[in-house]
Nanobody
Framework: QLQASGGGLVQAGGSLRLSCAAS?????MGWFRQAPAKEREFVAA???????HYADSLEGRFTISRVNAENTVDLQMNSLKPEDTAVYYC????????????????WGQGTLVTVSS
């Protein structure tokens, strides 16, 4: 099971930090997001060995990190834009990083991030 937290309302240019806690050890943990009327899209992923993978569109604004001993993953989001508004989901899979949401078999409940202009 995955439990995400940290969403909220922030002005454009601001920052938010999302956290996700897993009930057990996971190999890869990732973040996806889904805006209204849009498909779920990949944001970032990190393997147990801390290899990271980011969506190109983020332009270096987000940073994913994890604490293996605590089974947690964080997503630090800086320089937020209105187009970052979405429900953010954490996910896990037992293999290496992937950008495809259907390759993740565990999902958190989602946390809403709203960026005002």
């Amino acid at each position: 099971q995955l439990q995400a937290s940290g969403g909220g309302l922030v002005q454009a240019g601001g920052s938010l930090r999302l956290s996700c806690a897993a009930s057990g050890r996971t190999h890869t943990m990732g973040w996806f997001r889904q805006a209204p009327a849009k498909e779920r899209e990949f944001v970032a992923a990190i393997s147990y060995s801390k290899t990271t993978h980011y969506a190109d569109s983020l332009e270096g604004r987000f940073t994913i990190s994890r604490v293996n001993a605590e089974n947690t993953v964080d997503l630090q989001m800086n320089s937020l834009k209105p187009e970052d508004t979405a429900v953010y989901y954490c996910a896990a899979r037992p293999f290496g990083t992937s950008t495809s949401w259907y390759e993740y078999d565990s999902w958190g409940q989602g946390t809403l991030v709203t960026v005002s202009s």
